[in-house]
Structures are given as structure tokens and as C-alpha cells.
């Protein structure tokens, strides 16, 4: 017996070592690799800088990184293959430690496009490549975001024909590298119709790891991320694929401000109303109940306000008691929902002599009576909740003229007005940002009313209103400074790096094997959403995300943590797996919260969502902080519980 024993070691150790010899010859490890990830184009047009950009991510701690193949760099001519860009990204990649993951097709040839039509090509270049690097290579994704248009080569996203797409795709990746992992596309948000009707043609038998987008840039990650999740699990779990990995690789906040110059506009429109800021508070909205944060995302109060002393935080209840000459102005907004039932008390403050400033998108657009799955479920109102404002807009499609003067924007579909010129009056401030064409229009103004523009997009001799102070007269004693434009889904760069952690927090909790954030480069090209993602600059300087990255990878580790809420405060905790070190990481959904709690073990350090040391003076085993949107992690503490939160 103890012969037969010693023998199935020696066969166990042997196996081990013959399988780790096969992997080590074939140059990939089968080892658990580090789960945070980056999206970065170091295969496109940041190729001339990537060796800086791999440098980059080894110093955040990253471990792989995600780029789009670059189809017709590779095969420019059909039939003709050149992989030398890709070798010299993995060769040097694989010195850092990191990997790759290469999305095909991005960047389609002329002779394959549209891509969808072109099945059987796309499978040739895809089977070539993995071929080519099976040794260097192990992940592939098959399409990026297909349920969209502009990624499905413009034809109309059909969840079917990417299930046939991805079968025929992923059976070619094999044969070209068996032991190739292919990954579900990165579909954007959490499409759940697209996902199950690709599942139901078959597509779960056809990737190795489950994949999405789960973007959420008008709200917290705790409202809408884990509930994000389970869709996708429970759909897996549906279709009998629940037990294969599930990857999360893009998501995170921009830092773009797509309007720079609107805040000037704004303090001199209200130096020519004779509104004092200085004399009265700076009024916004905060509602959980319809995940309306007016001085979080999109456009922050004290973005559009910077030299502002006082800001008064109120709820939508607290609107009919608001008084202009304590609150002088009251800022909504930009993301065009407004509750139709406190329109009234809105409009009652406007009438009482209260200036109302909207900066984005069109007001009231849309009614919300709460929220779904963390979201303010939206329901059309329109234009008309306009009229009773004496507020008016219009758009290209108002005039035909216009449309031939406006230009495409870069990378996402859409239009932005190519000429912009500030209006008599304004004229010393320069015309920064982007506007699409939403205009400024009187329909709706009386003879009492009067109209002044801020700022124009200008078509030959045309010229028409973006932006304009609505002078209100007759019953109304109050203002209106209104810009039509889109803000865009923006954040300041602090609050793009205290929501970075929180993020992959989550996303680790609920087990998503690799979390990548989109992305690594900010390349500062325009003022649109995607030129102001990444987590270093357009020079590689980092932001305040880089170090957020940086902390959050070398705290958390590899580590699987256990997370849970009590109101608006959340914890998480974990044992370090390099060192065994207990860690619990405290922050708030929302602004500063005193928070008590106690712990077992003993701070050890205390850092913030930077890294930046903080003082901790603990009694004991008990703790009085404020918690606060950035996460605080404290190392050498366990079985933390709240006391008491207020």
C-alpha cells in the first residue's frame, strides 16, 4: 500500500512537472496571472510610444494589457501577412511581465469590409495570427462591442449573425493555437437582449471567457455594477455556461470637460444680470432617488461655479421652499431629466426672481418617476415642458442649411458645429469646447421677454445662438441661462480616480476573474468623452487615476474581496495573498460621512485612494473617521462593523 501511495505522488509530481515543462517551452504560464488590465492602442496609433506605455503599466502593477489587432497594418494587401508590429510589442510586453489581448478586427481593410460580410477572411487572418503567435499569445476577442453600429462596420447589430460570426472566428482561432482562450465580445453596457439572443444561436459554445462593458458614467458603481453582474451571471447560468470565467474589459470615467469656456460665460452672464454670487448660495440638486448628483459627474457645481464660496445641496422636495435671495441661483443637471412633478415648484422659483442655469442637453427632455436597477428609469416629455419656461431649441434639422456646416466628430457617430464665435458682449472670452447643434430659440419668449446671446455657431453669414441669457419680464422676475449643448459623461480627475477603485473592488467581489480600465493613455486630442479616459496623459504623465491604479493593485493584490454595505457607507475586506495581510478598505456612496466603527487586529497603516499616508488615531479597537468618496484602506484591521453612521 505505502509502495502504491509513494507511486501515485511520484506520478502526480512527474504529471506537474511534465505540464509545466510543456508551458514553459511554450512560453505561456498557466499559472493565475494578476487580474488588472488596460485597454491601450500601443497597436495603432500609440504604437510609436510603447515601449513608454508597457513601462508604463508594469510601474501601475498591470498584468495585461488590451489592444485592437490592427487588421490592415497585418495584411494590407490580402493574402500578404506582416505580424512584425505585434512582434515587437509582445517581445518587449513579455519582458514586463505583462500580456497581451488582441481584438480582431479592429481596422478593417478595405477588401474585407464590411467585416460581418467577410466571415471567411476574417477567420483566415484570425487563424494566421494565432498561429503565428502561439507561443507568445494566448487571448482573443472576437469583435469589440458589436452591438453597436458604428463596430459592426456600420451595418445593423444582429446578435444571430454575431453568434455565427464568433463560431466561425473562434473555430479558426483553434486550429491556429489549441490552447488559444477566446473571449465573448466586449459588448458595451449590459445589453441583455443581444447577450441572450447570441446565447440562444449557439454562441456559448464558442468562447472560453464571458465578456462586457458595463459603463455607468451618470451614476456610482454601488447602484448599477453588481446588479450588472448578476444579469450577465444569471444569463450564463440560463444557458448552462455558468462555471466558465467572466472578464469586465472596459469600463471607468472620463475626465473630459467638453465645454471649458461655459463656465466664463456663465459668471459674466450673471455680472450682467446683476446676480451676486458672493451674496447668496450657489444652489443644486442631490437625489438618490432618481441618481440626479449635482455635483458629482457631468458637470459639477463647482466645475460651472469655480469661484463660488457657497453651494447648497438640496433635494427636489426642497425646491418649493427655495428662496432667490438666499439661493440666488439654482443649477440643474445636464443629463435632460428632470421629475415632471417638481416642475412647478421649479418654475414658481424662477418666477419668484431666481436665476435657473442649465449647461447641457435639453431640459425636461425627459420625465423619470425613480429608478430601475439603479438607473433613473427615463420616459420622453419632449420639448414641450419648454413652453411653460418661455424656453425654446432647435436643430440642424430646423434649418436645412445647417447640416452641411457641421463636421463629423472623431471617433464616435454624431455631429459637432465646426464654427463658434462669442456674441457681442462676451467677445473677450475664447470659444472653447464642443457644441453640437442644439440652438437657442424665442418661439416660445413674450413681448416682455428679452433674449441675449452668449455665444453663436457660425454657418457662412448665419449665425445662430448655442447659448443665451432668457431676460424673463410680465410674471417672472427670474432668469434663465440655458446652453443646449452636451456636456458629455464626464468627471473631474479626482473623481475619476476615487471611482477607479471602487470599481474594481466590486467587480472582484462578485469574481470577475480580469478587470481592465479603458484606458491607459489620455490623448487630449479634443474636449469629447474619449479623448480623456486613460490614467496618464497624452505625454504619460500620470493623473490622479495612475496612482489610484497604482495603490489599489499593489493593496488588493490577487486577492478576492468580501464586500458589503450599511447605508451609504461600504466595506470590503481581504487577507493579502503576498503576505497574508488583513486589509479593509471604507469609503462613502456620496460626500463626507462620520462613520464609528470597530475591528479586530491592529492599524498597521492607513492610506488614501492615492496612496497618500493618513493619520489614524484609533482608541483601542475602535475608530471615529470620515468616510468619504475615495477609499481609505486600513492595513492590519478585520471584522470591521459600523457602529453608528449618520
Keep these: 500500500m505505502k509502495i502504491f501511495k509513494r507511486l501515485i505522488v511520484f ?116 487563424k494566421r495570427f494565432a498561429g503565428h503567435f502561439k507561443d507568445k499569445m494566448k487571448y482573443f476577442e472576437v469583435v469589440n462591442e458589436p452591438n453597436l453600429k458604428i463596430f459592426w462596420d456600420g451595418e445593423e447589430p444582429d446578435a444571430r449573425a454575431y453568434a455565427n460570426l464568433l463560431k466561425r472566428v473562434s473555430t479558426a482561432i483553434k486550429e491556429g493555437n489549441p490552447r488559444a482562450k477566446v473571449l465573448y465580445s466586449g459588448v458595451a453596457g449590459t445589453p441583455v437582449e443581444f447577450i441572450e439572443e447570441s446565447f440562444k444561436a449557439g454562441a456559448g459554445e464558442y468562447f472560453d471567457i464571458m465578456n462586457f462593458h458595463p459603463y455607468s458614467w451618470y451614476d456610482i458603481p454601488e447602484k448599477t455594477l453588481l446588479a450588472n453582474i448578476e444579469k450577465v451571471k444569471g444569463l450564463m447560468h440560463k444557458y448552462g455556461i455558468e462555471d466558465k470565467p467572466v472578464w469586465i474589459t472596459e469600463f471607468g470615467y472620463t475626465s473630459a470637460q467638453a465645454h471649458p469656456s461655459i463656465p466664463k460665460y456663465v459668471a459674466k452672464s450673471l455680472k450682467i444680470l446683476g446676480v451676486d454670487k458672493a451674496k447668496g448660495k450657489i444652489a443644486y440638486i442631490h437625489d438618490e432617488r432618481f441618481a440626479y448628483f449635482g455635483n458629482l459627474f457631468n458637470g459639477s457645481a463647482e466645475w460651472l461655479f469655480p469661484q463660488a464660496k457657497n453651494f447648497h445641496r438640496i433635494n427636489f422636495d426642497e425646491i418649493k421652499n427655495l428662496s432667490p435671495s438666499d439661493c440666488p441661483v439654482l443649477y440643474i443637471l445636464p443629463n435632460e431629466i428632470f421629475p415632471k412633478k417638481y416642475r412647478s415648484d421649479l418654475l414658481e422659483y424662477v418666477k419668484k426672481g431666481g436665476t435657473l442655469v442649465t449647461v447641457g442637453g435639453i431640459p425636461f427632455y425627459y420625465d423619470t418617476e425613480g429608478l430601475e436597477n439603479g438607473k433613473a428609469k427615463r420616459k420622453v416629455a419632449g420639448r414641450s415642458p419648454l413652453k411653460a419656461f418661455r424656453m425654446g431649441v432647435k436643430t440642424f434639422k430646423d434649418y436645412g442649411f445647417v447640416e452641411l456646416n457641421l463636421v463629423k466628430m472623431r471617433i464616435h457617430p454624431g455631429r459637432r458645429v465646426a464654427k463658434t464665435e462669442s456674441a457681442e458682449g462676451f467677445s473677450d472670452i475664447k470659444c472653447e469646447g464642443y457644441f453640437p ?41 427670474g432668469n434663465i441661462i440655458a446652453f443646449y449643448g452636451i456636456l458629455g459623461e464626464s468627471a473631474s480627475e479626482q473623481m475619476q480616480a476615487k471611482m477607479l477603485p471602487r470599481q474594481f473592488i466590486l467587480a472582484r467581489s462578485r469574481g470577475i476573474e480580469r478587470v481592465f480600465k479603458y484606458c491607459l493613455i489620455s490623448d487630449a486630442f479634443d474636449y469629447t468623452r474619449e479623448s480623456h479616459f486613460g490614467i496618464v496623459g497624452k505625454n504619460l504623465e500620470p493623473k490622479p487615476s495612475y496612482y489610484a491604479y497604482k495603490t489599489l493593485a499593489e493593496t488588493l493584490g490577487n486577492s478576492l474581496p468580501e464586500y458589503r454595505s450599511c447605508g451609504n457607507i461600504n466595506i470590503a475586506e481581504w487577507s493579502r495573498e503576498k503576505d497574508g495581510m488583513p486589509v479593509a478598505a471604507i469609503w462613502s456612496n456620496y460626500y463626507k460621512q462620520p462613520v464609528n466603527i470597530k475591528f479586530e487586529g491592529k492599524i498597521i497603516s492607513a492610506k488614501n485612494y492615492i496612496g497618500e499616508k493618513v493619520g489614524i488615531a484609533a482608541e483601542g479597537q475602535t475608530l471615529s473617521l470620515d468616510a468619504d468618496m475615495g477609499v481609505l484602506y486600513l492595513e492590519g484591521v478585520k471584522n470591521v462593523e459600523i457602529c453608528k453612521s449618520e
Excluded at 109 to 117: D, I, R
Excluded at 444 to 449: A, F, G, H, S, V
Design 437 to 477: 447643434p442644439y440652438f437657442i430659440s424665442t418661439e416660445n419668449t413674450t413681448p416682455d421677454d428679452e433674449v441675449i446671446p452668449i455665444v453663436y455657431g457660425v454657418f457662412g453669414d448665419k449665425k445662430l445662438p448655442l447659448g443665451a441669457i432668457y431676460k424673463l419680464g410680465g410674471e417672472f422676475k
Design 11 to 126: 506520478v502526480s509530481v512527474f504529471s506537474f512537472l511534465a505540464i509545466a515543462l510543456i508551458c514553459a517551452e511554450n512560453g505561456i504560464s498557466e499559472t493565475p496571472q494578476n487580474p488588472y488590465g488596460i485597454c491601450a492602442h500601443i497597436a495603432k496609433n500609440e504604437y510609436p510610444v510603447y515601449r513608454k506605455a508597457i513601462d508604463t503599466m508594469e510601474a501601475v502593477g498591470i498584468g495585461t494589457f488590451r489592444s485592437g489587432a490592427n487588421w490592415i497594418n497585418a495584411e494590407k494587401t490580402k493574402g500578404k501577412f506582416d505580424f512584425s508590429r505585434w512582434e515587437s510589442l509582445i517581445s518587449y510586453a513579455e519582458k514586463k511581465g505583462i500580456e497581451p489581448l488582441v481584438i480582431f478586427p479592429s481596422n478593417t481593410p478595405n477588401f474585407a469590409k464590411p467585416f460581418p460580410k467577410h466571415i471567411d477572411e476574417l477567420a483566415e487572418v484570425c
